[in-house]
């Protein structure tokens, strides 16, 4: 079976290519528009398998579009993904249709998770060949296993937190771009804020004293002034 494909419709142009990076990582391709118009121009060209949509849009209310595509007979699942997450928003948007609705920002695990479990229910399930995620990345004299979710060193295991792990597997599957906190903190627990995010700054101060030969020069896990924060590999890109 061929990988999914999935439609992201949401104007935040950075998020979108957030969650269609982490999505291919667990074989889910997909394709992003920015506007309701958009979106219905892609749906007429293109066979996709699920519609990931955003409620605030440019030009329309994405619960208006849902309610049009189930009107039209349109069969693709939908998964609502916005930041109108009290219970009357969710309430409505699944009875015009919608599949799933999801709280924005949210984290990018849940969101695959919940794919999965949409397709699953239509029989369109991704195969576990396709996953295009390393099983392992090198860092140095560290190895992080991504299927196994360790992080070694010489073949000895080498304790890190939950919350660590996250960070360092949020900037390994991005490597060489720089992120923001908000972005790191939606990658790892989805839940960005201006309290919350600073904590950023301490996780990355030890995970630099965990890998780096030098934790003052980071070879590894590179600030860059004033935009956030990016992993740089062994490997030449």
């Known amino acids: 079976m061929n990988k999914a494909k999935v439609l ?3 104007d935040d142009v950075r998020l979108r290519q957030m969650m269609a990076e ?5 074989g889910i391709e997909s394709e992003g528009v920015s506007t309701a118009a958009a979106a219905v ?13 955003d409620l605030m849009l440019p030009d329309d209310d994405g619960i208006a579009l849902c309610r ?9 699942p939908i998964i609502i993904l916005s930041a109108k997450g009290d219970d009357v928003d969710r309430i409505v948007g699944l009875e015009v249709g919608a599949d799933d609705y999801l709280a924005k ?3 990018l695990r849940e969101l695959v998770a919940r794919i999965f479990t949409v397709l699953r229910r239509i029989g369109q399930s991704p195969r576990a060949d396709a996953v295009s995620t390393p099983k ?3 860092i140095g004299e560290f190895e992080l296993d991504l299927w196994s979710r360790a992080l070694t060193r010489h073949g000895d ?10 960070l360092l597997e949020a900037l390994v599957l991005h490597a060489r771009r720089v992120l923001n906190r ?3 903190m939606t990658l790892t627990n989805g839940r960005p804020s201006d309290s919350l995010s600073r904590s950023i700054d301490i996780l990355i101060s030890r995970l630099r004293q965990v890998l780096e030969p030098d934790p003052s020069s980071p070879r590894y896990i590179q600030t860059v002034w004033g935009r956030g924060y990016m992993f740089v590999p062994d490997q030449p890109a």
């Open 8 to 10: 992201l419709v949401d």
């Open 22 to 26: 982490y999505l291919l990582r667990h």
């Open 41 to 53: 121009r892609a749906l007429a060209r293109t066979r996709f398998d699920l519609l990931v949509l």
């Open 68 to 76: 049009r595509l189930r009107s039209a007979a349109t069969p693709i």
């Open 105 to 107: 920002p949210c984290n």
């Open 136 to 138: 392992q990345v090198g």
């Open 157 to 166: 295991a080498v304790h890190i937190t939950t919350r660590e792990y996250q």
């Open 182 to 184: 908000d972005e790191l």
